[in-house]
């Protein structure tokens, strides 16, 4: 059977209506150009599946290329972390490039355009020159150094250049149109001062590049065909073509700018600037927090590159903005966890669980399978004994008989181990359970193949022997925010909006097999949620992230 063909979404037909026009293949060339002023979140995750993607998909190189123009925000912190989130997703650079790599000639053509009456030296303070600007409906106010002498712009752009003048005193724009309705294209800032060290460059800058002049040119350099932002860009697109112009050479290919809708999530901010401040007010404890949106955080919460990547696929290539539900996201993790997580018997509120039947001082080791999704998974053993733990929620003294698990009077299977049935319980001063006390039938063992291991019984449960037990520390995480667009309205502060409860620590029990667990490695907690191995865990202390639950009611169309 033929697989069925899917459409191609709008930069893919641009690609292929290029190539009819005469595009060779081989001159297709793609790039990924985060700056490095933070860690990528998840509406990163969108442009590099999208750019490494069409990649793939067209057997084209993709540059990861840093625009690091700007030494006020930028770290190597930030250039590391981005470099090991776009490798854990799974993709591969051609070229590692920085806008930095191209001072010299940005400075150089800069120079051209001021010599070609296209950019000058402007000493008037930025607040001033904004104000100039004015509004789309009303024309711009000239600068009055709009039209001074080339050799004197020259000359102050120099001295700009070698630190003869302080942050703010003036700054070099280019000469384009005061009164285009487009305010990109109102002679914009090319270069500032900033007297920063470079996190690459270290002092040898005294002015850096404004990022549309540097970016568009970087492409060029770069000779990238396509080049793939968000939709905030597109009204800067005038501004990158224009700038284009100015230094292209007709033998070379001229990238072509198209606009994709970023990815909004639901409960999830994309604003580096308020994910800093989360960090920076320590409402989470550092950029890879698990409850932080980015892809760090959500490394270090369980999430897996396949469950992500399949989240983009699913979203798709859009050129309007909406909101996904974040349901969905955690959808494509539960579906991909399902397959590949190992299932693992752990209790999170314990409750103490005696068979008072089963010999003292006897253990057994239970063979129980790894994860029935995957036909090699193998099985593994795990202790058995005459004290347990099971979940406090497992049991009750009187239930109805929609109550599938263990009452007073009832049976219930153990998973992989015997029937039980519940006798008696023991209760401390202020009535809690304390010791639930039970009888098993020692011919119903799992597997056995005796009529009585055959008996159905309507529930089982998951416990672990209290003598073989790990202690574990279980962090529970909820949504970081309490309403699905915490930064939506503009007079109220998002943080207003935490989720007060967003992370809760309880101490369970584990069986032992989890002391060799690797950080990150999935697993299942049986009946509880998928969880992974946090690395704040060391050899005398087990730390697990819930990543998400076991199900959810969403349903993706």
């Known amino acids: 059977m033929e697989e069925e063909k899917k459409p191609l979404n709008f930069i893919e037909q641009i690609i292929e209506d290029d190539l ?106 930025s607040e001033v020159i904004t104000e100039q600007r004015k509004n789309p409906t009303e024309p711009g106010v000239e600068s009055p150094h709009r039209n001074r002498p080339v050799e004197e712009s020259l000359d102050l752009f120099e001295r700009m250049k070698n630190g003869e003048f302080e942050e703010g005193a003036m700054s070099l724009r280019a000469k384009i149109d005061m ?26 800058w005294k002015i850096y590049p404004m990022y549309d002049w540097a970016h568009g040119e970087s492409d060029y350099l770069e000779q990238v065909s396509h080049s793939l932002c968000s939709l905030e860009f597109e009204n800067h697109r005038p501004l990158y073509n224009w700038y284009l112009e100015q230094v292209y050479d007709e033998s070379k290919i001229a990238p072509k700018q198209r606009e994709f809708a970023r990815m909004n999530v639901s409960y999830m901010i994309t604003s580096k600037r308020k994910l800093q401040r989360l960090v920076a007010e320590n409402v989470v404890t550092g950029w890879d927090d698990p409850r932080m949106p980015t892809i760090s955080g959500m490394r270090r919460k369980g999430f897996t590159p396949v469950s992500i990547r399949n989240f983009i696929e699913k979203v798709g290539v859009a050129k309007r903005e909406n909101l996904i539900e974040l349901q969905l996201l955690e959808f494509c993790v539960r579906e991909d966890l399902n397959k590949v997580a190992k299932r693992v018997m752990t209790v999170v509120d314990p409750v103490r669980l005696v068979i008072e039947n089963y010999p003292e001082g006897k253990e057994e080791w239970l063979e129980t399978e790894n994860n029935p999704e995957q036909e090699d998974a193998g099985t593994r053993e795990v202790p058995f004994s005459r004290e347990l733990y099971i979940e406090r929620e497992d049991f009750k003294e009187e239930a109805n008989n929609k109550f599938f698990r263990l009452k007073l009077g009832g049976e219930v299977r153990l998973k992989s181990a015997y029937i039980i049935k519940a006798e008696r319980v023991e209760k401390d001063e202020n009535g809690e359970i304390t010791t639930i006390y039970a009888t ?88 509880i949620g998928y969880f992974t191995k946090d690395q704040d865990s060391s050899d005398t202390r087990l730390v697990f992230n819930r ?10 169309e």
């Open 20 to 125: 009819a026009n005469g595009l060779k293949k081989d001159q297709i060339r793609f790039r990924f150009p985060p700056e490095p002023n933070g860690y990528l979140h998840v509406g990163h995750t969108k442009a590099i599946c999208i750019n490494f993607g069409l990649g793939e998909k067209y057997n084209a190189p993709v540059n990861l290329r840093f625009d690091d123009t700007n030494p006020e925000k930028e770290e190597q912190e930030f250039v590391d972390s981005i470099k090991k989130d776009v490798e854990w997703l799974g993709f591969r650079w051609d070229k590692e490039l920085y806008a930095s790599d191209y001072f010299q000639q940005l400075y150089e053509w800069a120079v051209r355009l001021i010599k070609e009456g296209k950019a000058y030296v402007d000493e008037q303070p």
């Open 179 to 204: 009164v285009s309705p487009n305010m990109n294209m109102r002679d914009p800032v090319m270069y500032r001062i900033l007297k920063r060290p470079h996190h690459r460059t270290g002092t040898a």
């Open 440 to 527: 098993y039938d020692e011919k119903s063992k799992s597997g056995s193949g005796t009529e009585e291991s055959l008996r159905k019984v309507k529930g089982t449960l998951h416990w672990v022997s209290a003598q073989h037990a790990l202690p574990v520390e279980v962090r529970v995480y909820d949504k970081l925010f309490t309403v699905e667009q915490p930064d939506a309205e503009k007079d109220v502060d998002f943080l207003n909006y935490i989720n007060p409860e967003s992370v809760t620590v309880v101490q369970g029990f584990a069986e032992p097999g989890l002391k060799d667990v690797a950080v990150g490695e999935p697993l299942q907690f049986q009946r």
């Open 547 to 556: 990543t998400v639950t076991l199900k959810d009611s969403y349903k993706p």
